[in-house]
């Protein structure tokens, strides 16, 4: 239902691994949480998770403290570390069946379930085999299977994507969309930007164990440095150039006019254009890498 990230803070020993670090997870909300190496993000999660404790703060899952009602906190939340840690020796339908007995499944309910997530996540046909004889993309799709066992409102998935081959990144790209249907809370980490983009509501940018901003995807989108507009026409001449100037500064590549500093009027330069055969225009989108990028330099 819901992730609340109340002020918390973390030191191993004298370092200070985060300072003071709040956000929300929204119900239906799927929110990307993005860092460099060592900014935070699994200590932050590994708090929500409640495997790990804040030196001050809180955080409240669906109206539970994670700190004070640890049982009734944890019980709303599935996590997916970033390496997931099982019973290497273990048959992987045994070893399933045996995590379901946490949630208090029966064995054959246990086994139903088994065959329902085993092909969601692709891994129908290897039941038999032991986890150590799974590859790593495959243990991250069991440890995706195993975090749907018990169908809570709040999912951590601590950088899921990574191991995971075009079609793992599909699944889960559907898997995010279903969960946002199904009104739950979801946080991921993950360092592959372009598919933060496609799958996230909304980026948190965490830095030095600092959160240093939050922004949807609409903002990350209409973000660019200059206000480009692009235009690919399907002729082009000499005189091309001197029509786009009164709209800004345009630079040609190819059939493709770049007009930095657009002055926003997009029916003028459509009736400019008429002779020119458009093909498209619009505005260029800022993207995630770029915003992270800013960001990131404009901190010391
Ligand atoms: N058990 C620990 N003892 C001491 N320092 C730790 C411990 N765990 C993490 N750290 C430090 O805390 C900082 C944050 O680590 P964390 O694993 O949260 O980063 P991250 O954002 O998940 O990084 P990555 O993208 O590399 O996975 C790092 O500087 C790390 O060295």
Same mark, same amino acid.
Not at 28 to 38: A, D, I, K, S, T
Not at 147 to 168: I, K, R, W
Not at 265 to 279: E, F, Q, W
């Given at each position: 239902?819901?992730?609340?990230?109340?002020?918390?803070?973390?030191?191993?020993?004298?370092?200070?691994?985060?300072?003071?670090?709040?956000?929300?997870?929204?119900?239906?909300?799927?929110?990307? *949480?993005?860092?460099?190496?060592?900014?935070?993000?699994?200590?932050?999660?590994?708090?929500?998770?409640?495997?790990?404790? %804040?030196?001050?703060?809180?955080?409240?899952? @669906?109206?539970?403290?994670?700190?004070?009602?640890?049982?009734?906190?944890?019980?709303?939340?599935?996590?997916?570390?970033?390496?997931?840690?099982?019973?290497?020796? #273990?048959?992987?339908?045994?070893?399933?069946? *045996?995590?379901? !007995? *946490?949630?208090?499944?029966?064995?054959?309910?246990?086994?139903k379930k088994a065959e329902e997530l085993f092909s969601l996540?692709? =891994?129908? !046909?290897?039941?038999?085999?032991?986890?150590?004889?799974?590859?790593?993309?495959?243990?991250?799709?069991?440890?995706? #299977?195993?975090?749907l066992?018990?169908?809570?409102?709040?999912?951590?998935?601590?950088? &899921?994507?990574?191991?995971? @081959?075009?079609?793992?990144?599909?699944?889960?790209?559907?898997?995010? &969309?279903?969960?946002?249907?199904?009104?739950?809370?979801?946080?991921?980490?993950?360092?592959? =930007? /372009?598919?933060?983009?496609?799958?996230? @509501?909304?980026?948190?940018?965490?830095?030095?164990?600092?959160?240093?901003?939050?922004?949807?995807?609409?903002?990350?989108?209409?973000?660019?440095?200059?206000?480009?507009?692009?235009? &690919?026409?399907?002729?082009? @001449?000499?005189?091309?150039?001197?029509?786009?100037?009164?709209?800004?500064?345009?630079? =040609?590549?190819?059939? /493709?006019?770049?007009?930095?500093?657009?002055?926003?009027?997009? %029916?003028?330069?459509?009736?400019?254009?008429?002779? *020119?055969? &458009?093909?498209?225009?619009?505005?260029?989108?800022?993207?995630?890498?770029?915003?992270?990028?800013? =960001?990131?330099?404009?901190?010391?």
């Amino acid at each position: 239902m819901m992730i609340e990230v109340s002020n918390i803070s973390k030191k191993y020993g004298n370092f200070t691994a985060l300072q003071d670090v709040k956000f929300t997870v929204n119900n239906g909300e799927l929110v990307g *949480y993005v860092g460099l190496n060592g900014a935070g993000k699994t200590t932050t999660i590994e708090i929500i998770a409640g495997v790990s404790y %804040p030196n001050s703060g809180d955080v409240i899952i @669906d109206g539970h403290s994670i700190i004070k009602e640890k049982k009734e906190a944890s019980k709303n939340v599935s996590w997916v570390p970033e390496l997931p840690i099982f019973e290497q020796d #273990a048959k992987v339908l045994d070893y399933f069946i *045996y995590l379901a !007995g *946490y949630y208090g499944i029966g064995k054959e309910e246990a086994k139903k379930k088994a065959e329902e997530l085993f092909s969601l996540v692709g =891994l129908q !046909g290897r039941e038999k085999d032991k986890l150590k004889n799974y590859s790593q993309g495959m243990k991250k799709r069991f440890a995706l #299977a195993v975090s749907l066992l018990s169908d809570p409102n709040n999912f951590l998935f601590d950088e &899921v994507l990574n191991g995971l @081959d075009p079609q793992g990144i599909m699944f889960f790209r559907d898997l995010a &969309v279903k969960l946002k249907r199904e009104n739950k809370a979801v946080l991921f980490s993950s360092h592959i =930007l /372009t598919e933060v983009e496609n799958i996230a @509501d909304k980026v948190i940018f965490i830095h030095k164990g600092k959160i240093i901003r939050q922004m949807s995807i609409e903002e990350i989108k209409s973000f660019t440095k200059t206000n480009i507009f692009r235009v &690919v026409l399907g002729r082009i @001449d000499g005189d091309v150039i001197k029509i786009a100037e009164k709209y800004g500064n345009p630079k =040609l590549q190819g059939n /493709t006019i770049f007009i930095e500093n657009f002055n926003g009027n997009i %029916p003028g330069l459509s009736s400019d254009l008429l002779n *020119y055969n &458009v093909i498209e225009m619009g505005k260029v989108e800022g993207n995630l890498e770029e915003v992270f990028f800013k =960001l990131i330099g404009e901190q010391k």
